[in-house]
T-cell receptor, first 113, second 112 residues
Framework: NAGVTQTPKFQVLKTGQSMTLQCAQDMNHEYMSWYRQDPGMGLRLIHYSVGAGITDQGEVPNGYNVSRSTTEDFPLRLLSAAPSQTSVYFC????????????FGSGTRLTVV | QKEVEQDPGPLSVPEGAIVSLNCTYSNSAFQYFMWYRQYSRKGPELLMYTYSSGNKEDGRFTAQVDKSSKYISLFIRDSQPSDSATYLCAMGASSNTGKLIFGQGTTLQVKP
């Protein structure tokens, strides 16, 4: 049982480059979210999805795109990387509204230079 | 003002102490509340989930919600060095949206 799998674990980008952070879950969870974690800022919601084909913006969506074509996958795209996007990114999933909290992946550490 | 406020600490206690961690919030629509534990360079893991007001106990951990005061707490009894981590509160307004808002996190150190 893999849970929530994030790849890559580490990435260094140059300013202006684009990339996709991958997130996959094998628990058939409906809800998935992307968070970024910065020192002293806690976890901030970037985008979330309540099911395949349905996504919405969180607190800090600018500079990021998401799509949810399948229940299992929820990739996060950085369109044109900026140093301000240097952070640790976490993907999380949750079964449905009757179940408890989110299960988190192990994170992707992204540095933009 | 942030929707969820949490004292970042750090909080240092001796082994065996009772630890109290707290969060306040401003959005009266929040209905469900969670506590996560995060070890260094790891993802958060769910400790406690509660819906509405009241207490919930799980082993050495007790979660308390006071919606009238917009205040939630996590108590750790007989704290252990292995409890040293960052504790994050999280809450949501509706279980339909899946949108969860986190506090800043409190760093706890339990000294042997």
């Amino acid at each position: 049982n893999a849970g929530v799998t994030q790849t890559p674990k580490f990435q260094v980008l140059k300013t202006g480059q684009s990339m996709t952070l991958q997130c996959a879950q094998d628990m058939n969870h409906e809800y998935m979210s992307w968070y970024r974690q910065d020192p002293g800022m806690g976890l901030r919601l970037i985008h979330y999805s309540v099911g395949a084909g349905i996504t919405d913006q969180g607190e800090v969506p600018n500079g990021y795109n998401v799509s949810r074509s399948t229940t299992e996958d929820f990739p996060l795209r950085l369109l044109s990387a900026a140093p301000s996007q240097t952070s640790v990114y976490f993907c999380a999933s949750r079964q449905d509204r009757a179940t408890g909290g989110y299960t988190f992946g192990s994170g992707t550490r992204l540095t933009v230079v | 003002q942030k929707e969820v406020e949490q004292d970042p600490g750090p909080l240092s206690v001796p082994e065996g102490a009772i630890v109290s961690l707290n969060c306040t919030y401003s959005n009266s629509a929040f209905q469900y509340f969670m506590w996560y534990r995060q070890y260094s360079r790891k993802g958060p893991e769910l400790l406690m989930y509660t819906y509405s007001s009241g207490n919930k106990e799980d082993g050495r951990f007790t979660a308390q919600v006071d919606k009238s005061s917009k205040y939630i707490s996590l108590f750790i009894r007989d704290s252990q060095p292995s409890d040293s981590a960052t504790y994050l509160c999280a809450m949501g307004a509706s279980s339909n949206t899946g949108k969860l808002i986190f506090g800043q996190g409190t760093t706890l150190q339990v000294k042997p």
